[in-house]
């Protein structure tokens, strides 16, 4: 019979490269594991991206640098803080970071598509994944499309890390067959700093994430099978011990992790942005703190 597709999204796959044991935690294990307490930075940026995803949900006269922070407030997510005053400051903060970033936009603009869900089958693969944004950008042969993610982690992006995830060739790749277009191009937006690094693949580095992530999948299903056939699950999903530790939502539970310095939830959001060395991070504007919830 032939073998069983993997299903898979982006952070699944990306879970088993950064830590075999951290995927079957989540993935695998019945009853799953408990989690640690939420982080702050997650918090931060899912609230970030869900405005901008209601931004363009907006009538496009409505697209007003007014209208933000109550789509802000709206969304925002109070998990992991250390205490208020910290979350007013994050409050303020993701503000001025979408103030600043839309002020980029043509509010006239409408993308193909926002928080949209691409999928693709392979002889491996059932990949599915939701891209934040997908551009339709005029091309040399007609409308070619764009994959666009936005990050609010401490770092700035680089060409680099455009063209090495593996995440964004396979929304590109995914969203080349679903919309029967081009797909090429992929863009990481740094809301803190205001960079784009973009990065245009070819057909054939496309294929070769695309075959990253096959062979990554077929890795998983064979520790899987050895582990339905008997094998030690610590041995055929072992942990990676390092930096991320400290960040695991499982670190408690896994042996390894626990003797790895542990992170508090809001630690990440204290920490200052690192811009880009060629780019400096503009001083904010002056503004009254909103409060993040009533």
Same mark, same amino acid.
């Given at each position: 019979?032939?073998?069983?597709? *993997?299903?898979?999204?982006?952070?699944?796959?990306?879970?088993?490269?950064?830590?075999?044991?951290?995927?079957?935690? @989540?993935?695998?294990?019945?009853?799953?594991?408990? #989690? +640690?307490?939420?982080?702050?930075?997650?918090?931060?940026?899912?609230?970030?991206?869900?405005?901008? #995803?209601?931004?363009?949900?907006?009538?496009?006269? =409505? &697209?007003?640098?007014?209208?933000?922070?109550?789509?802000?407030? +709206?969304?925002?997510?109070?998990? +992991?803080?250390?205490?208020?005053?910290?979350?007013?400051?994050?409050?303020? =903060?993701?503000?001025?970071?979408?103030?600043?970033?839309?002020?980029?936009?043509?509010? +006239?603009?409408? !993308?193909?598509?926002?928080?949209?869900? /691409?999928?693709?089958?392979?002889? /491996?693969?059932? *990949?599915?994944?939701?891209?934040?944004?997908?551009?339709? &950008?005029?091309?040399?042969?007609?409308?070619?499309?764009?994959?666009?993610?936005?990050?609010?982690?401490?770092?700035?992006?680089?060409?680099?890390?455009? &063209?090495?995830?593996?995440?964004?060739?396979?929304?590109?790749?995914?969203?080349?067959?679903? *919309?029967?277009?081009?797909?090429?191009?992929?863009?990481?937006?740094?809301?803190?700093?205001?960079?784009?690094?973009?990065?245009?693949?070819?057909?054939?580095?496309?294929?070769?994430?695309?075959?990253?992530?096959?062979?990554?999948?077929?890795?998983?299903?064979?520790?899987?099978?050895?582990?339905?056939?008997?094998?030690?699950?610590?041995? @055929? *999903?072992?942990?990676?011990?390092?930096? &991320?530790?400290?960040?695991?939502?499982?670190?408690?539970?896994? !042996? /390894?992790?626990?003797?790895? !310095?542990?992170?508090? %939830?809001?630690?990440?959001?204290? =920490?200052?942005?690192?811009?880009?060395?060629?780019?400096?991070?503009?001083?904010?504007?002056? =503004?009254? /703190?909103? %409060?993040?919830?009533?």
């Amino acid at each position: 019979m032939p073998e069983r597709l *993997f299903t898979c999204t982006p952070s699944k796959l990306g879970a088993y490269t950064d830590c075999p044991r951290r995927y079957r935690y @989540a993935y695998l294990d019945r009853p799953a594991p408990p #989690k +640690g307490p939420p982080w702050a930075h997650n918090s931060l940026g899912s609230s970030v991206h869900t405005a901008l #995803k209601n931004w363009y949900a907006l009538p496009a006269d =409505r &697209r007003r640098p007014e209208a933000l922070p109550a789509l802000l407030k +709206g969304t925002w997510v109070r998990d +992991g803080y250390r205490d208020d005053e910290q979350e007013r400051a994050a409050y303020q =903060r993701a503000l001025g970071w979408l103030e600043g970033y839309v002020a980029t936009l043509d509010p +006239g603009d409408d !993308p193909l598509g926002v928080e949209r869900v /691409v999928a693709v089958k392979t002889a /491996v693969l059932a *990949f599915n994944g939701r891209a934040d944004r997908i551009d339709s &950008r005029p091309g040399p042969d007609g409308p070619e499309l764009v994959i666009v993610d936005y990050k609010t982690g401490r770092s700035g992006s680089d060409a680099d890390d455009a &063209r090495g995830s593996q995440a964004l060739a396979l929304y590109a790749y995914a969203a080349e067959r679903t *919309f029967r277009r081009p797909c090429r191009r992929v863009e990481l937006h740094h809301l803190p700093t205001g960079t784009v690094a973009g990065h245009d693949h070819t057909a054939e580095s496309l294929a070769r994430q695309l075959t990253r992530a096959e062979d990554t999948a077929r890795d998983i299903m064979a520790a899987e099978r050895a582990v339905t056939d008997g094998s030690d699950p610590d041995e @055929a *999903f072992p942990a990676v011990a390092g930096p &991320r530790c400290g960040w695991c939502d499982y670190r408690r539970t896994c !042996p /390894v992790g626990a003797q790895m !310095p542990g992170r508090e %939830p809001w630690s990440a959001i204290d =920490r200052p942005v690192a811009p880009p060395a060629d780019r400096p991070v503009a001083p904010p504007a002056d =503004r009254p /703190v909103a %409060p993040p919830a009533d």
